[in-house]
């Protein structure tokens, strides 16, 4: 399966700030995702990351909260924006291609003051 | 929409008990996947299975067993002979095929598996 990697592992962040997480696979793949995981929660899809256009958000997500570029089949950067103590959580980018199920990066843990 | 629900919030045995995680799920897609991932207090989701609506068989991998019954709607998990390292929060997850859900996962809630030694 493609290795993952996802920067950084962890933040603390000042609210009203930004963070940009990155997401780079060893390997093309088809389909790139990011996830947000709040405290003791489970996961809930943010978006679909499409390779050369406008992400698709899910419910409740909006792109100017969390932008999120997909410039190539390997890369994509999820930002969170004038983040807020709610914006706590572990964000996931996780990636499928052909027929292969969906595998996930390690995470990256964030914390706003 | 699509809904997973894991009914245990926590479970926890004793080594070497078997332990069984129940999964039901409601979905209109006649073509659909069905996931297990667990989640190690390191905090990496690791993939467990995966099955397709169409394959009923049960499968067993070591000491994994999953049990999908499409008649219930169900995809239970056991874990047979149990250890430490088992602890774990383990979550059920569904995959439509169809439109604009295709490839999207939906999870449960996880259920928070301890083991004692």
């Known amino acids: 399966s493609a290795v993952i990697s996802q920067k950084p592992s962890r933040d603390i962040c000042q609210r009203g700030t930004s963070l940009t997480i990155q997401c780079q696979v060893d390997s093309q793949v088809t389909m790139m995702f990011w996830y947000r995981q709040q405290p003791g929660q489970s996961l809930t899809l943010i978006a679909t990351?499409?390779?050369?256009?406008?992400?698709?958000?899910e419910s409740g997500f909006v792109i100017d909260k969390f932008p999120i570029s997909r410039p190539n089949l390997t890369f994509s950067t999820l930002t969170v924006s004038n983040m807020s103590p709610e914006d706590s959580s572990i964000y996931l980018c996780s990636v499928r291609t052909g027929r292969e199920p969906q595998h996930f990066g390690d995470g990256t843990r964030l914390s706003i003051l | 929409a699509q809904k997973v629900t894991q009914a245990q919030t926590e479970i926890s045995v004793v080594e070497k008990e078997d332990v069984t995680l129940d999964c039901v799920y409601e979905?209109?897609?006649?073509?659909?996947?069905l996931f297990w991932y667990k989640q190690p207090p390191s905090g990496e989701l690791v993939f467990l299975i995966r099955?397709?609506?169409?394959?009923?068989q049960n499968e067993i991998s070591g000491r994994y067993s999953w049990n999908f019954q499409k008649s219930t709607s169900s995809f239970n998990f056991t874990i047979t002979a149990s250890q430490v390292v088992d602890s774990a929060v383990y979550f059920c997850a569904l995959s439509e095929t169809g439109g604009t859900s295709y490839g999207k996962l939906t999870f449960g809630q996880g259920t928070i598996l301890t083991v004692h030694p």
């Open positions: 979905t209109r897609d006649t073509t659909y996947y």
């Open positions: 990351a499409n390779q050369g256009s406008e992400a698709t958000y």
């Open positions: 099955r397709n609506s169409f394959d009923e």
